[in-house]
């Protein structure tokens, strides 16, 4: 049985409320063991790594991917994407289904876990679609689903627009204990929009993307969450009103978790004066009010987890003019460094929260197996260095696009080692 020993390393366990100088060790996928801080190694190993300054914690989790295939391979792949988590820090990543054709199906959910299988880079869980076609029609197979592994349900690059299947919908999922990961836009209010509506959309005399299309479908979606008390995951909130409309629903006890995204704790709208293109995202950027919000809401936990949206495109297609250039962006590989520049290096968050929010929050909401260093756990472990600094080159990224907004910006904080079942996936060169 290989063994691994990492040690001297500041263990970061929110699972455990550990935050210590310690050793962990590793035999045959597992974790076996954390140290108690003695000085003492715990045993031999075949492998040593020594983790002095650096933080060591449970393999990061992504909940909100696009890997892009099947279908548009030009974009991303599984083991293109796969590759980008490792080099992330990510050990575990949920993709999302608006791919051509949709993850409706039981042999769809099959192909992801064998393709993810062969490029035995990270783990990847699959987020199956709530609509067959993603049409907001009728409702998926939504057990046969559950049944091929899916771990979620979402149409996420649009949302479930019909209430009452919806409301089915969250139903069905309760009998499964799985959660609706929903893209929160009311159409109507959002359609021929580019950017957020404000100021800077009407001094560029782009369409604008107002706050309410997002807040009006927060609000429609916990009223039914609370009806049917079904598990509603708000994904990638951007707005100040989505946000406080979240923290009131939990103080009333509904059954709703949140995410946010890194470019929309650290970007403005403002960004889109140059009209580049790596700045238009759904939901879009908004304001630095919005911003302050999003923040508070992860330091008081109404945003329980970060996830990237990670949402590569071709180049060319990012090259078209800014309103007809997709939305989306990377974010597997900068999201460490955006979140400890701007959540932990500024103090408004430690590192235990951090880790909360990255790995152990975002499993326990997919329902996974992962996010914990307890004994007997699979042996998914990220090292983190604190203190790197670092500058964003997306000529050196995994990922097969490289439509990132941050190209050259210097960060601080990048993942070194991820460790995905006990095996060494990546390290910084």
């Known amino acids: 049985m290989a063994t691994l020993l990492i040690r001297g390393g500041r263990v970061v366990d929110p699972s455990q409320n550990i935050d210590r ?26 492998e040593t790594i020594d983790a002095a300054g650096l933080v060591v914690a449970p393999g990061l989790v992504d909940m909100h991917v696009h890997l892009r295939e099947p279908g548009r391979e030009e974009d991303e792949t599984i083991e293109t994407g796969t590759q980008a988590a490792v080099a992330g820090g990510f050990t575990s990543v949920a993709c999302i289904p608006n791919t051509e054709p949709p993850i409706d199906t039981q042999a769809t959910v099959e192909f992801i876990h064998q393709k993810a299988a062969r490029a035995d880079t990270c783990n990847v869980f699959v987020v199956a679609c709530v609509s067959r076609n993603r049409e907001g029609k ?28 919806m409301r089915r919908a969250l139903e069905y999922c309760r ?41 009006v479908m927060i609000g429609r979606d916990i009223a039914l969450s609370e009806v049917t008390r079904g598990r509603l995951h708000a994904m990638h909130v951007s707005t100040a009103g989505g946000v406080a409309l979240i923290r009131e629903a939990k103080k009333r006890g509904a059954r709703v978790t949140a995410e946010a995204c890194p470019h929309h704790f650290t970007l403005t709208d403002e960004s889109l004066r140059g009209f580049d293109s790596n700045f238009k995202m759904s939901p879009p950027l908004r304001t630095q009010a919005d911003i302050e919000a999003i923040i508070d809401g992860l330091v008081d936990g109404t945003i329980d987890c970060i996830a990237t ?17 997709p939305f989306g962006i990377l974010g597997l590989e900068t999201a460490v460094g955006l979140s400890v520049t701007r959540l932990v290096a500024t103090g408004r968050i430690g590192w235990p929260r951090l880790i909360e929010a990255m790995s152990t929050l975002p499993a ?42 941050f190209d050259g910006w210097t960060l601080q904080g990048r993942a070194v080692t991820t460790i995905v079942g006990g095996r060494v996936k990546y390290r910084l060169p």
Not at 180 to 196: D, K, Q, T, W
């Open 21 to 46: 100088i310690d050793d962990v060790l590793v035999r045959d996928g597992q974790v076996v063991a954390i140290g108690h801080g003695d000085g003492q190694p715990l045993g031999k190993a075949d």
């Open 309 to 325: 949206d990670h949402a590569p495109h071709a180049r060319e297609k990012k090259m078209l003019e800014l309103d007809r250039a």
């Open 175 to 215: 009998m499964f204990d799985k959660p609706i990961l929903a893209h929160e836009e009311v159409l109507e209010l959002s359609r021929g929009g580019v950017m957020n509506e404000g100021l800077v959309s009407l001094v560029l005399g782009l369409g604008g993307m107002p706050a309410a299309a997002e807040e």
């Open 138 to 165: 009728e409702l998926a197979d939504i057990g046969q689903l559950v049944e091929a592994g899916a771990v979620a349900f979402s149409d996420d690059g649009a949302p479930v627009y019909d209430a009452e299947l």
């Open 364 to 405: 326990q909401i997919l329902g996974i197996n992962r996010g914990t260093l307890r004994p007997g756990a699979v042996a998914d472990i990220t090292l983190i260095d604190p203190n790197l600094s670092w500058r964003v080159d997306v000529a050196s990224f995994r990922s097969k696009s490289v439509n990132s907004p």
